[in-house]
T-cell receptor, first 115, second 110 residues
């Protein structure tokens, strides 16, 4: 199994630009999570999808952030417009809800720097 | 109030010693507990999970639960420099959400 795949691995952009992060979950998993990790706040859940449907987006910071999951093998997290405070590592994780335990497997992350 | 708390460290132990990492949680009804290891610049990887019904040993790693005091421990025996990483505790909250601690940084000194 290839594991969770994320792209790009690094992204440097300027304030105000649109940023799109991509994720391919593990095949067969039905749950997908987007997290943001910073030194100050640790790992924060941004949004959770189950069977491609957004279930909980309460962690999305503001309207500048949006996420989609058009099919079971692809998800995007978009930031428009980006701001320096969005600089962080963004992780995608997937799991199979219904399996016990419901273990989350993380992708390698995207390190975002907004100048 | 944080629901999962960890001492940020760093916890420094000499090579070959036992490293003991603790995680306290606030939800007394928690049924499972996860330990992730995160090397610098890498993603969290699951190393162990336990249920509320008992401790678990896996090679050099042991996870122990103290329900009365609401903390879970991760013991690493015969610590190696390659164990140097940040260890994250995660406790499920509800049906899908994990609450992660901020992690304890472990340094194993050669």
């Amino acid at each position: 199994d290839a594991g969770v795949i994320q792209s790009p691995r690094h992204e440097v952009t300027e304030m105000g630009q649109e940023v799109t992060l991509r994720c391919k979950p593990i095949s067969g998993h039905n749950s997908l999570f987007w997290y943001r990790q910073t030194m100050m706040r640790g790992l924060e859940l941004l949004i959770y999808f189950n069977n491609n449907v957004p279930i909980d987006d309460s962690g999305m910071p503001e309207d500048r952030f949006s996420a989609k999951m058009p099919n079971a093998s692809f998800s995007t997290l978009k930031i428009q417009p980006s701001e320096p405070r969005d600089s962080a590592v963004y992780f995608c994780a997937s799991s199979y809800r219904g399996r016990v335990p419901d273990t989350q497997y993380f992708g390698p992350g995207t390190r975002l720097t907004v100048l | 109030q944080k629901e999962v708390e960890q001492n940020s460290g760093p916890l420094s132990v000499p090579e070959g010693a036992i490293a003991s990492l603790n995680c306290t949680y606030s939800d007394r009804g928690s049924q499972s507990f996860f330990w992730y290891r995160q090397y610098s610049g890498k993603s969290p990887e699951l190393i162990m999970f336990i249920y509320s019904n008992g401790d678990k040993e896996d090679g050099r790693f042991t996870a122990q639960l103290n329900k009365a005091s609401q903390y879970v421990s991760l013991l690493i025996r015969d610590s190696q420099p390659s164990d140097s990483a940040t260890y994250l505790c995660a406790v499920p909250s509800g049906t899908y959400k994990y609450i992660f601690g901020t992690g304890t940084r472990l340094k194993v000194l050669a």
